[in-house]
């Protein structure tokens, strides 16, 4: 098969059959062999009921239904997981992506031989003080920490090699970053494409303001998960050793004013009343609660399952 299109999609009824139809044209136009996976996740608008009818007519329809909400990267998750298609799009199911981007986006990966090619909404249909200046914020924060040069790297409309969304785990709310989990399983032949990108006809954006502190954490995560995720003592004994020096040095001075006066036989301020002490004893405590952390973090990455992972490329 060459393509499979995965679509999640939250309370989107009305937009659904436009969708599929021109998801067929643009396949019929190119002579896809191809398959379309609806994931509804846990819909309420009787979008699953639209899925159905929808399968029941198109032979290349597919649809999975979550019980309940679990968000977009679970709707990813299950897709990637039973994707067949060489090449394996994402797009959203509200219309703002165009289907009509698919098949430069698909020649990219075939031909170009990209990893991953990531739509940039250049022109953006959303609001522009709420979306689009905080989205341009949070993109330079992403392209700095990740070092992958996207402009919009939480753009729906994506396309992968198989062999990638069948190596990465999509998780939590990670797939605003799932360039970056690709880039961190090997695959880092990433690239963009500026796609055509609509207003909301129907329904109702799913995501607030939220998304933006959220994102940055997620993305503070990811950092610190790709440094630091199999080896935690580098990161919390460094910090820990620096706390410990600084403390120390403190304390010597402290003790060295106290007795340098003392054999002076000059009277002196207690040591409880200088300043320096408490800063001297916070630094220690912190040092050993970093070097605690370090430990605790090197025994759990130590039995975690997943600790001798590689991503083997080939083998002779
Ligand atoms: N979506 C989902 N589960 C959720 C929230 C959203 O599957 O919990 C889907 C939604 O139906 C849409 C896509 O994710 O197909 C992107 O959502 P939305 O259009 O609301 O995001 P925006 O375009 O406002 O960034
Ligand atoms: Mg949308």
């Known amino acids: 098969m060459d393509l499979s299109i995965i679509v999640p999609l939250y309370n989107e009824r009305e937009s659904l059959p436009e969708l599929i139809s021109r998801i067929r044209d643009m396949a019929a136009g190119q002579g896809y062999s191809y398959e379309v996976l609806l994931i509804d996740d846990g819909s309420t608008d009787g979008s699953w009921d639209v899925v159905r009818e929808l399968a029941a007519a198109d032979s290349t329809v597919h649809g999975i239904s979550f019980r309940r909400n679990y968000g977009k990267s679970a709707a990813l998750y299950e897709g990637f997981a039973a994707a067949q298609g060489n090449v394996v799009v994402t797009m959203d ?125 997620d993305l503070m995560s990811l950092w610190f998960l790709s440094k630091f995720g199999k080896k935690p003592m580098h990161f919390f004994g460094t910090s820990g050793i620096l706390m410990f020096l600084i403390g120390g040095i403190m304390t010597v001075w402290i003790i060295a004013a106290k007795l340098v006066h003392q054999a002076q036989g000059v009277r002196f301020r207690a040591v409880t009343d200088q300043p320096l002490f408490y800063l001297a004893l916070l630094a220690v405590i912190l040092g050993v609660l970093l070097f605690l952390a370090g430990f605790l973090g090197e025994m759990i990455s130590r039995s975690a399952p997943t600790r001798n992972d590689y991503n083997v490329k080939d083998r002779l």
């Open 93 to 217: 199911a509200d219309l703002q992506d165009a289907p009509e981007e698919i098949p430069e986006m698909v020649r990219m990966v075939v031909e170009d031989g990209f990893d991953v090619v990531s739509g940039w909404k250049q022109h953006r249909q959303d609001n522009k003080l709420t979306k689009n200046l905080p989205s341009k914020l949070y993109n330079w924060t992403a392209r700095k920490v990740t070092g992958i040069r996207l402009h919009d790297m939480n753009c729906g409309l994506k396309a992968y090699r198989k062999e990638v969304v069948k190596s990465i785990e999509v998780y939590g709310e990670m797939h605003r970053y799932i360039p970056y989990l690709a880039k961190n399983a090997g695959y880092g032949r990433i690239t963009e494409k500026p796609v055509h990108h609509e207003k909301r006809k129907y329904g109702v954006s799913k995501f607030g303001m939220e998304r933006f502190v959220n994102g940055f954490l």
